[in-house]
Structure formats: C-alpha cells, structure tokens
C-alpha cells in the first residue's frame, strides 16, 4: 500500500487500515505539505501580504516606528518559520478533534468506535491536501495574491472576502469534498458503517464546522 494509492485505489488503502491502522506517514506528509505552503505563500504573495498587514496596523493606530518594528519582525526568517510551525500545529489540532467528534458518533450510526483506525482513515484522506496545495500555489504565483480560493467562492468573485456569504461559499472547498468523501468511505470500510450513514455522519460533522469556523473567525476577527 502506497501513499498514491489513496488517489487511485482508495478502498484498497483502507481495507489495509482496517487489519493494520497507520497514520505516521500520512500524517507527517501533510504536515510537511501544510508548512511548505505557508513559506511558498508568503514568498510569492509577499507584496500582497505586506499592504495587507499595513492596512491592518494603520486601522489599529500604529506609530510610523511601530510599523517599522513590525515590518522588520515579519520579513524575518523568524516570522516564516512561525507561521509555517503555527499552520502545522493547527492542522495536528483540527485531524485530532476531526477523529475524536467522529469516533464519538459512529457507535450511533451503527459502526464500530476505533481512535486509531478513524485517526489513520482521517490522516490518509488529508493527503487530498498535496493536489490542493499544488493548484493553489500556481494560483498564487499567477495572481500573486494569496486570497485564491478553490470553492464555491469562485463564482461570485464580486463578494468581499469579509461577508458571511463569501465564507460560506469558501467552506464547500472542491478539494476538502473530495476529503470528505474519501473519509466517508474509509470509516464505512474499517468501522463497519454502512456506506450511507458514513456520508450522513461525515458531511454533518462537517457543515457544523464551516459554520464554527467562520463563527471563530469573526469572532477573533473583531478582536483584532
């Protein structure tokens, strides 16, 4: 069982997880993914980030030295490498609580709970992320801005990336669909789910969360 395999052979990989759970490759791979993706980001949109972070400090009073001091912090090396740990942290963070919600929920749709094996079906799913990173980062090398989006967002390009509406649409991600799907499929195939109620459980636990996450995010949002 290779890592491809997970693209073209996705029921083979999880009938391997259900006799032998692995997930310290898979794991390791997307967390390699994420972080390489947050340095490239930066380095190709860089231009877009700083005008960004300018308005940003402008709106919160900064004095013209502050803002210096603060420029200086985030063209460091110091500042990369933070945003590209802090991006792995959260994505250990959200395939942990992804894996227990679900392993909490699967008894009542007539499966059977395993953290190991959900947490494995869950880390090689997210593999999904290494064709996600590739579009988006040639996306962001075009437009050299990193605000590209490959979700429903696409087709109202008109709508301010702030509204309600734009961060519902950016949650239905083509590439994270495709994630939920090959989720749906593993935890039927290692918790013995029927296949219905694997995609009934996976895609609510999912829409709950687009709306936790834009609701977080607001709320963080004001606080900055």
């Not at 990989?13 to 791979?29: M, S």
């Not at 963070?93 to 227990?100: G, R, S, Y």
Request: proline share 4%; glycine share 6%.
């Amino acid at each position: 069982m290779g890592i491809l395999d997970i693209y073209f052979a996705p029921s083979k990989v999880f009938a391997a997880l259900r006799e032998k759970p692995r997930w310290i490759l898979p794991l390791a791979v997307v967390l390699v993914v994420v972080a390489l993706t947050a340095v490239l980001t930066v380095n190709l949109a860089r231009e877009e980030i700083t005008m960004r972070q300018e308005e940003v400090m402008r709106d919160r009073g900064l004095t013209e030295e502050q803002m210096d001091q603060a420029r200086q912090f985030t063209s460091s090396p110091v500042a990369v490498i933070s945003g590209a740990l802090s991006a792995a942290i959260f994505t250990i963070i959200l395939l942990l609580v992804f894996a227990v919600v679900t392993n909490l929920f699967v008894p009542l749709f007539g499966g059977e709970s395993g953290f190991k094996k959900i947490f494995s079906v869950i880390c090689f799913s997210s593999l999904v992320i290494i064709p996600a990173a590739i579009l988006k980062l040639i996306m962001i090398a075009i437009t050299k801005s990193p605000y590209v989006t490959t979700s429903l967002a696409l087709f109202v390009p008109a709508l301010a990336r702030d509204s309600f509406m734009y961060q519902l649409l950016a949650g239905f991600d083509f590439f994270i669909i495709w994630e939920m799907i090959l989720v749906s499929i593993g935890i039927s195939i290692t918790s013995g789910i029927a296949r219905k109620n694997a995609y009934v459980l996976v895609f609510v636990i999912w829409f709950v969360s687009v709306f936790v996450g834009i609701g977080l995010g607001r709320i963080f949002g004001r606080g900055m």
